[in-house]
C-alpha cells in the first residue's frame, strides 16, 4: 500500500459522520487528526458518503480511509 505524506502527515479521507463528530460546522479539508497506537497526525483530503457495511438499517459510524 502507498502511503502519501505532506509535510509530515499521512492523507486520509473521512466520512460525513466523522467530519460532524469533529468538526461540527467546519470544513474539514485541510484540518489535522490524530489516530492509532503510537498517534500519527493524517491530514483530511476529502470526505465521502457514509457507507452501510452490515445491515441497510444500521446507524452510520465514523470512518477513516
Not at 459522520?17 to 470544513?27: N, R, S, T, W
Not at 493524517?42 to 438499517?57: E, H, I, R, S, W
Amino acid at each position: 500500500m502507498r502511503r502519501t505524506v505532506i509535510g509530515g502527515s499521512k492523507l486520509a479521507m473521512i466520512n460525513h459522520k466523522m467530519a460532524e463528530l469533529f468538526f461540527p460546522g467546519e470544513d474539514p479539508v485541510g484540518k489535522v487528526l490524530m489516530a492509532g497506537d503510537p498517534a500519527q497526525r493524517f491530514t483530511v483530503v476529502g470526505v465521502v458518503a457514509n457507507g452501510k457495511y452490515l445491515d441497510p438499517g444500521e446507524v452510520p459510524q465514523s470512518s477513516m480511509y
